[in-house]
């Protein structure tokens, strides 16, 4: 059972020390450095499906190199056995720390547990695990996928307030199984049941990846003729969706409301050009926090279990404003 954060009991916004003990992971009393003193940690990332993820890898592989870690970076490709496998390598190289982002929120006790027995830390970046036993990593490092789903229907529960007639919605998931499209979703339904109006008429995932966003989107614009809002669980599918909006000749973020998560550069875009209704930021920029906590860890200091992940929403107005120093 993922562990619930509910926002409201995490205060702060970088650090959250919910200290307990050392936060689990293995019961090493802090592992020595590699030979040369420098700290090795292995990095196994889900892959490179869109501008949120390829942002990420930069800011891991940037900050690892200011921190003057030895950084051992591989790229599962979307796979979740590629991700085992780089986890079992990192554990037969002997790294100092072990970090990655799961590319779905199960199975992964087995090889988690291989870490621990060799004595090896886990860091959670990005998305969270479902595993029962949280003395398998030492924290999660990442954003709430439930807070960032409520910001988007709240959002969609103003700009309908006072209004009476039926709203259709369809929604492109994310990745099957992930911890962001689980937790989207769920965040969004509870907020929109307010308004018994509003119908979720579709819902299908498009991997996050904006070629499926455009495809699946066209399949909904084929069978439901009457669209009123889109609810993307990133700005890349929503930018797919853009592209089969327009091409079945409406107008996205008229005829079609459009709300995304992420606020990368390419959705903060079309939000300023009014493609795009509401974005809900998801930064990206975990590397320098995630390489403060590696250090900590392998001089076996505590580190809070929970570090909370600062961002916040944008509307067209405030993209405008916010576009010119966008880090990514
Ligand atoms: C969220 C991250 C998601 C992004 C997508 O933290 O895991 O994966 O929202 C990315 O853009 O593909």
Known sequence: ???????AALTGVLAVSVLAGCGGGGDDAGSDSGSDGKITLGFSQVGAESGWRTANTKSIQESAASAGIDLKFSDAQG??????????????????????????????????????????????????????DTSLYKTFIGSDFIVEGEKAGDWLVK???GKTEPVNIVELQGTTGSAPALDRQKGFAEKIAANPNFKIVKSQTGDFKRADGKTVMETFLQSTPDIDVLYAHNDDMGLGAIEAIEAAGKK??????????DAVKDGMTALSEG???????????LGPQLMDLVKKVDAGEEIPTRVLTEETTFTQAQAKEALPTRQY
């Open 79 to 132: 796979k979740q056995e590629n991700q085992i496998s780089a986890i079992r390598n990192f554990i037969t190289q002997k790294v100092d720390v072990i970090a990655f982002s799961p590319v779905v929120t199960s199975g992964w006790d087995a090889v988690l547990k291989e870490a621990k027995d060799a004595g090896i830390p886990v860091i959670l970046t990005d998305r969270a695990v479902d595993s029962q």
């Open 159 to 161: 700009e309908y307030e």
């Open 1 to 7: 059972m993922r562990r619930n954060w509910s926002a």
């Open 275 to 285: 493609k795009i209704n509401f974005i809900v930021e998801c930064s990206p920029l």
């Open 252 to 261: 996205p973020g008229t005829d079609i409301k459009i709300i995304t998560v």
